[in-house]
């Protein structure tokens, strides 16, 4: 009798909860406040701390949880994309609110007044630090782990701390969970010695895609396992590529794919986003066939190689948030024949308040194919500072500008844009920077 009541309570509260969280969203979206994508859930846990376990419990929804520090939001959409095409109903916490406020929100505007999802799917991105507390909400039914590189120092610290919480998580792991890892990225692939059970991996073979030479950036080149220097077949990003340990003999596992015929979005760091999801897909048994379509017409996430067109004008913007990802954006925009470039550098909390991160950037082996280049941001001054030191010609350096406001920067870059008719402007901002030139852009917020 006691547990009964306390079932019914807990509904009862649960049902008050969503309906002041849908009321919420639904007032700020109205006054142009934000999609509400937070709030919401934050009030949810504060008032019941369970309130993610109690939906995911009373739901048949399938769930899967997506953690990495590059391509979180990308992989998710994808993934969500190819459900779609199937036919499933999905959704996701696609603002990029991944703390546990960020997935309370998402659940509780996509739950019926009675406390239950309607869905076939949930596909949540979790911030790294976060993924302990999420599984120990609710055990999903497929993890993806797809790399690990330095980020937010000041908050996360090194990427070992994150290592050694998520192996504590793997650890917890039930055998039902399905586990799907980059198997080119050591420390993730070593994550699947501890569940023996529903392991996957994913991974690049091609050699036209290939270095021999760790980049400067390169985060984890040290064996897992003996801490031994690895050596390197093959590598493809930062640390990711063909590995194997010469002390202890630990190597990167076999693949379950390595390829597939189409890739919706420039860069390599995007051809992993691609396979971590077509992986997902084949799974649920998802035919190649519909995989293919929904990735043909495929769209990426706001701020992640997004296209926006202001008066006739196309910009690009490429999230670029620590050394791996802004050295992925530099090779990608290159390899497009990039000629106007604004970098926004910002050091408020989602960026990390240290950035230093700059220096440890490859712009040595991109700036001067640039013609035109405009830094903004908050701390504009260090990146105009760290791009000068990267610029090999005085000439050049004549073209580079400092602008501290983020408007007044888009603004000039545009014209600039319009007189020497190249076509793109890229904008390679840090996070907090994206937002706030997706709404100078668009004019509408996303948080």
Not at 82 to 100: C, D, R
Not at 259 to 270: K, M, R, S, V
């Amino acid at each position: 009798m006691k547990r009964d009541a306390e079932i019914k309570y807990n509904a009862l509260v649960n049902t008050l909860l969503i309906l002041v969280g849908k009321t919420i969203s639904l007032l700020s979206r109205t006054f142009g406040r934000g999609s509400g994508s937070t709030w919401p859930g934050h009030i949810a846990l504060m008032l019941n701390k369970n309130f993610i376990k109690q939906v995911l419990s009373n739901s048949k929804t399938k769930i899967i949880y997506i953690a990495r520090t590059n391509g979180k939001t990308t992989t998710g959409k994808m993934i969500q994309a190819i459900l779609k095409e199937n036919g499933h109903t999905v959704f996701q916490n696609s603002a990029g609110a991944n703390l546990l406020n960020g997935l309370a929100s998402s659940i509780l505007l996509h739950s019926s007044i009675l406390g239950t999802l309607k869905y076939d799917f949930a596909v949540f991105e979790v911030d790294e630090n976060v993924l302990p507390h999420a599984i120990e909400q609710y055990q999903p039914d497929y993890l993806i782990l797809l790399n690990l590189f330095r980020d937010q120092l000041d908050r996360y610290g090194e990427i070992n701390s994150i290592v050694q919480k998520w192996t504590l998580t793997m650890k917890q792991l039930n055998k039902a969970t399905i586990v799907i890892l980059n198997a080119d990225d050591p420390q993730i692939a070593y994550l699947g010695h501890e569940k023996k059970d529903n392991i996957k991996y994913f991974g690049l073979d091609d050699t036209k895609l290939a270095n021999i030479q760790p980049q400067h950036a390169a985060d984890s080149i040290h064996c897992p396992k003996c801490h031994e220097k690895l050596i390197y077949a093959r590598i493809y990003y930062s640390h990711i590529g063909e590995w194997n340990c010469p002390r202890c003999q630990l190597k990167r596992p076999n693949l379950d794919i390595s390829d597939f015929p189409i890739f919706p979005l420039a860069g390599t760091y995007n051809k992993y986003n691609t396979l971590a999801a077509v992986l997902t897909a084949k799974l649920n048994n998802i035919s190649n066939e519909t995989i293919e379509q929904s990735l043909k017409g495929f769209q990426p996430a706001f701020g992640r190689q997004e296209k926006i067109v202001v008066r006739g004008k196309t910009v690009q913007i490429y999230l670029s948030k620590n050394p791996t990802s802004m050295n992925q954006s530099l090779q990608a925009i290159a390899g497009l024949g990039a000629k106007q470039v604004l970098f926004a550098l910002n050091d408020r909390v989602p960026d990390g308040k240290d950035v230093s991160w700059i220096w440890d950037v490859d712009f040595e082996e991109y700036i001067n194919k640039f013609e035109n280049i405009i830094v903004s941001g908050e701390r504009c001054y260090d990146m105009g500072l760290r791009i000068k030191y990267a610029n090999s010609s005085t000439a050049k350096n004549q073209k580079l500008k400092t602008i501290e406001n983020l408007d007044h920067a888009i603004k000039q870059a545009m014209e600039q844009l319009n007189n020497n008719n190249n076509g793109i402007l890229y904008i390679l901002p840090t996070y907090s920077a994206m937002l706030e030139v997706r709404k100078i852009l668009t004019g509408k917020k996303i948080l």
